[in-house]
């Protein structure tokens, strides 16, 4: 993780009521986390899809971004 970011993490974390950054992280990945899980859930076929891509050798960053895309409309 960049030192900036664990910077702004250690600035923001208190003012959020989290007795350190490492709490406010696991807060932050367990928020993603859920609303991925829920949006898969919903559209299985997209879990489906993301796979298949995966096992044919799409790359991470061109799948998140199509999943970003899809999220702004």
Not at 17 to 23: D, I, L
Not at 63 to 70: K, Q, T
């Amino acid at each position: 993780m960049p030192q900036d970011v664990v910077d702004d993490l250690k600035r923001v974390a208190p003012r959020l009521g989290f007795s350190g950054y490492q709490p406010l992280i696991r807060a932050y990945v367990g928020q993603g986390l859920r609303k991925d899980l829920e949006r898969l859930e919903e559209t299985p076929d997209l879990s489906a899809l993301i796979d298949s891509l995966r096992r044919q050798g799409v790359q991470e960053e061109v799948i998140a971004s199509a999943m970003a895309e899809m999220e702004a409309t």
